[in-house]
T-cell receptor, first 111, second 114 residues
Framework: TQLLEQSPQFLSIQEGENLTVYCNSSSVFSSLQWYRQEPGEGPVLLVTVVTGGEVKKLKRLTFQFGDARKDSSLHITAAQPGDTGLYLCAGEGTGGFKTIFGAGTRLFVKA | ETGVTQSPTHLIKTRGQQVTLRCSSQSGHNTVSWYQQALGQGPQFIFQYYREEENGRGNFPPRFSGLQFPNYSSELNVNALELDDSALYLC?????????????FGEGSRLTVL
């Protein structure tokens, strides 16, 4: 069974700090997606990484796909309270499963 | 462009009852996936519909069933509700059979089973 493990599960930091969250698997994925979910809402797609070693930037967010396409990281520079939310990584499963999700990293940025 | 809409947004049922949740896909999207998200967890894949046929199913019992209509909207039906079915049910649409892995979610239907 394919699994996506995210760490840390919870992160509480001060505004202006940097942070990195991780998404790891023992399986190879053709692509991975990162989503952000705010309370009471559905997840919103942030980015898709496809090529091993790929780095994508979205303003203060930097996403990297591991060379072996088994892991990914999300780095946030100078976090702001608006970054607060649940960050989910996702990838295409096998055996009839479609997109599967990790359990998420819950980020709280204090002003 | 209209996004994914779900109804109802909140509902309360008792054990043993049945529930139907509805989803309208984003314009131009022919694939709908349903997910269950328990409190503090990531979304768990229930099943996916593509062109009105089930196109993949997760580890959920048969009392979870679905439909997709010619206009690509979809329903999720859950029979014989159990307390553990309390969760946020998310619908997501995607284009081209969903193979890109990129999903566009609605805001969800929060089900409470008492």
């Amino acid at each position: 069974t394919q699994l996506l493990e995210q760490s840390p599960q919870f992160l509480s930091i001060q505004e202006g700090e940097n942070l990195t969250v991780y998404c790891n698997s023992s399986s190879v994925f053709s692509s991975l997606q990162w989503y952000r979910q705010e309370p009471g809402e559905g997840p919103v797609l942030l980015v898709t990484v496809v090529t091993g070693g790929e780095v994508k930037k979205l303003k203060r967010l930097t996403f990297q796909f591991g060379d072996a396409r088994k892991d990914s990281s999300l780095h946030i520079t100078a976090a702001q309270p608006g970054d607060t939310g649940l960050y989910l990584c996702a990838g295409e499963g096998t055996g009839g499963f479609k997109t599967i999700f990790g359990a998420g990293t819950r980020l709280f940025v204090k002003a | 462009e209209t996004g994914v809409t779900q109804s109802p947004t909140h509902l309360i049922k008792t054990r043993g009852q049945q529930v139907t949740l509805r989803c309208s896909s984003q314009s131009g999207h022919n694939t709908v996936s349903w997910y269950q998200q328990a409190l503090g967890q990531g979304p768990q894949f229930i099943f996916q519909y593509y062109r009105e046929e089930e196109n993949g199913r997760g580890n959920f019992p048969p009392r979870f069933s679905g439909l997709q209509f010619p206009n690509y909207s979809s329903e999720l039906n859950v029979n014989a509700l159990e307390l553990d079915d309390s969760a946020l049910y998310l619908c997501a649409s995607s284009p081209r059979g969903g193979d890109t892995g990129e999903l566009f979610f609605g805001e969800g239907s929060r089900l409470t089973v008492l």
